[in-house]
Nanobody
Framework: VQLQASGGGLVQAGESLRLSCVVSGSISSIDAMAWYRQAPGKQRELVAD???????NYADSVKGRFTISRDNAKNTVSLQMNSLKPEDTAVYYC???????????????WGQGTQVTVSS
């Protein structure tokens, strides 16, 4: 099972980026999916998450600017980031709670991270 994140890059303040993460491999189902980020010298923090039913939750710092979504048919989670600020600069990681078998407990899997750099 792998989580492959993509879409990072270098943008100017005020611009937008869209991150995507696809889950591949043999799984039974996906529970919650999320995006985290880690800036240099700081702890990893939750940016946004989304339940299997589509309920979302956002960090206060990104509310109104970022939108998390998922495509259950394609096992993907995306993060649309608008009005980016220099303080959004970080490595962004996707995260999913996966059930490998129908009655198994969900386990957390992480993607490899994608760099987002916002210049002022």
């Amino acid at each position: 099972v792998q989580l492959q994140a993509s879409g990072g890059g270098l943008v100017q303040a005020g611009e937008s980026l869209r991150l995507s993460c696809v889950v591949s491999g043999s799984i039974s189902s996906i529970d919650a999916m999320a995006w985290y980020r880690q800036a240099p010298g700081k702890q990893r923090e939750l940016v946004a998450d989304i339940t299997s039913g589509g309920m979302t939750n956002y960090a206060d710092s990104v509310k109104g600017r970022f939108t998390i979504s998922r495509d259950n048919a394609k096992n993907t989670v995306s993060l649309q980031m608008n009005s980016l600020k220099p303080e959004d600069t970080a490595v962004y990681y996707c995260n999913s709670a996966l059930r490998l078998f129908i009655f198994s407990r969900a386990s957390i899997y992480w993607g490899q991270g994608t760099q987002v750099t916002v210049s002022s």
